[in-house]
């Protein structure tokens, strides 16, 4: 059942993506879509979102394959996906996303043009068995509890059998980073200590009041799938703030994000900074 909570959380991030996205430049997107191997080979290195999306082989795995990807956003990764020959769905509560598509659709000669489906991902109306994949990036922590639950009920819907989700998301496993992060501030959030600053941040800011703990994903996931799978990203990569933009700091990533794979899993689990979630419908 939706809540007042769930349509108030929808009404916000719609407001701050439609600003965010207006008039986005796609002039990036076509070049990173007209340089694909390039750009994949250094994402896929150094950017941890995309070196957890597209582990297991995924990009190889995207041709020919019914994909849909939930808050698509900027629509990056949509575009990619396309360029590697599959056929794509997008949604996004934005309507600047549209646009976007639109564009890309228009400038690209993809196999397949991207199809965007503007709305709450409940207001679909896609036929059940039909992905191979189900995607977000970044996505999920958007979501109300009661609201995420909806969204994998879905998902498990839309999904094919032997389908997968794949969802890129933060993690937050011990509660003492947690709370020296807060107090960090970064960009336009203050620290957690000025707390009346940090109040007033926190009303605008669009994400919910919720856990990202590993273990949340896990037991949710285990109502609705078969087989859940939690990948740690991003232990020793978390450090590559400490770097200035530039050649150094991806060279920090990436061996970072080659060498965390060596700690023991019981570090990655507490320390990590994101995760790649891995759904799948047996
Ligand atoms: C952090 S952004 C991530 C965008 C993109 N995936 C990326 O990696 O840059 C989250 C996106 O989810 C979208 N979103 C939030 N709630 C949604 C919902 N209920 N249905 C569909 N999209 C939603 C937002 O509009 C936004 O574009």
């Given at each position: ?32 879509i007209n340089n694909l191997d390039n ?244």
């Amino acid at each position: 059942m939706r809540t007042i909570e769930s349509d108030q959380n929808i009404e916000k991030n719609k407001k701050h993506y439609d600003k965010l996205y207006a008039n986005y430049p796609i002039g990036n997107i076509l070049y990173w879509i007209n340089n694909l191997d390039n750009f994949l080979e250094t994402a896929i290195t150094t950017e941890t979102s995309w070196f957890a999306l597209y582990q297991g082989n995924f990009r190889d795995r995207l041709r020919g394959s019914k994909v849909v990807e939930m808050g698509c956003g900027d629509c990056v990764n949509v575009g990619i996906m396309a360029a590697l020959g599959a056929q794509v769905f997008a949604n996004d509560i934005s309507s600047e996303s549209g646009k976007i598509v639109a564009k890309l659709n228009q400038a690209c000669d993809f196999d397949y043009p991207i199809t965007f489906i503007e709305g709450d991902f409940l207001k679909n109306e896609l036929p059940e068995n039909t992905f191979d994949f189900v995607i977000g990036k970044a996505f999920l922590h958007h979501l109300s509890l009661s609201l995420e639950n909806e969204f994998l009920e879905e998902t498990h819907r839309l999904l094919k059998k032997g389908g997968e989700a794949r969802f890129f998301e933060p993690a937050v496993n011990s509660k003492f980073l947690d709370a020296m992060r807060w107090m960090i501030p970064i960009g336009e959030r203050p620290s957690s200590l000025k707390r009346r600053a940090f109040k007033e941040w926190k009303r605008n800011d669009p994400h919910p009041d919720r856990t990202f703990s590993s273990r949340h994903f896990k037991k949710t996931g285990e109502k609705y799938f078969k087989s859940v799978e939690i990948i740690p990203v991003g232990t020793l990569e978390r450090f590559s703030r400490l770097f200035k933009w530039g050649e150094q700091k991806n060279r920090f990533r990436r061996w970072a994000l080659e060498n965390e794979k060596r700690l023991p899993l019981w570090v990655n689990k507490t320390f990590t900074r994101s995760q790649l979630i891995i759904y799948k419908n047996l």
